[in-house]
């Protein structure tokens, strides 16, 4: 049997690759793993590291890093399965539609999804660029209006680097790369070496009571650490782009789990070897005052510029990423067609880009850090996620084994405990809980008015239906 993705005609519609706007396919295993891991981290775990210390109450906020981990190694199974499955662009977008029956629910669940995109994207990203001038300040006070100026060309640079072939934006995501990983090993060298076993183990009375509290306030932890591992499916959104996809997906995606996990615990533990937690759980600058406490502030500072160089690195591959959605979206006219043109020199969606591009300028413009974290959870965690994690098991019976290079492990167990554990942390959003109801609802009244007036699903009579 064809594979869906090579265009078999009853494969659930996926139209051929070299029919799906001629991407090309430049990024290896490494600069797969590179982008994800790029991505994973950004400013995200030097800004809540402070806050899950917080949440917990002392050390024991290494649990909610573990936790975060164990989450997101379960929900690379179903991002595993269903990318090598799919290698296209856009990702979610495309593993909604085909899990849920292209042209009748997978349609909305899609559309859903795009719509949500529009939205969250443009947040995450400007998390990022607002998380960038925030830090800058440890170097130079920017004032509320110098930070958001910086994060509006720290966007306009983004966009600008980002408009070339996805070979040349392979070879600087190893760059980039190198200054990450380099940046968090040498923190975690620095703690090692300066390591005092008691600050680590000194806990609050109380730290290890397994009330409900305690589970409580490992939820809320768990939101923030989380959001620092996201973007391991990344490489899913850029699968038309994938060389040997049925087996770089799922091997980009464990080794970048892998990878950060191990990363974030030891530079985690390293940093509370060193600073007190009470100190810590109140720094702004905590990765600053770990190394000034070590080296000085000459070093302080230099290690101040490699943060900004990671949340520069985290934004560059998020918006590579996103840009990809719309694009797949307009290939299917399920959003304006203008967003499928791709460039004619470059090869890559042009449109897309600057377009996100654009939004996320605005909003870094307009929003606050802290407002938006758990905004983006809320948003994305029942259709994306939890969608996906139902929508493997739909595809199961649907698809014949043959059709999917790579199957989880103890199936259905992974989608199981996913689907759990993202009800779990959606719970624990607080009030971005309505927020993320608000815009599903939003957008399923705009899908329905669409469908209305164009008579697609699920306003077809089933005769025309079969006749299309």
Known sequence: ???????DPSGGGIPPLEKRGELERGLGLKEAVALNMIEMVGVGPFVVIPLVIKAMGGPQCLLAWAAGAALALLDGFVWSELGAAMPLAGGSYVFLREAYGPGRMGRMMSFLFVWQTLIQAPLSLASGAIGFSQYASYLYPLGKYGEKALSGLLVIALVLLLYRRIGSI?????????????????????????FQPKLVFTYAPGAWDFSWMFFAMLGSATVNTIYTYWGYYNICHLGGEIQNPERNIPRGIFLSIIGIAVLYLAMQTSILGVLPWQQAQDSPFIVSAFIEKL???GAARFATVMVLWIAFASVFSSLLGYSRVPYSAALDGNFFGVFARVHPKKRFPHVSLLFLGALTFVFALLFKLRTVIAAILAMRLIIQFIGQAVGVMLLRRRWSADRLPFKMWLYPLPALLTIVGWIWLFLRT???????????????????????????????????????
């Open 1 to 7: 049997m064809t594979s869906p993705q090579n265009g």
């Open 170 to 194: 392979g070879r600087i995501s190893l760059f980039l790369w190198a200054g990450v990983v380099g940046t968090i090993l040498w923190l975690i060298w620095g703690g090692v070496t300066h």
């Open 295 to 297: 080296y000085g502030s």
């Open 430 to 468: 607080g009030r971005a809980v309505w927020w993320g109801l608000f815009v599903i609802v939003l957008g399923l009244a705009v899908f329905l008015v669409r469908s209305r007036l164009r008579r697609e699903w699920p306003f077809l009579a089933a005769g025309a239906e079969a006749a299309r």
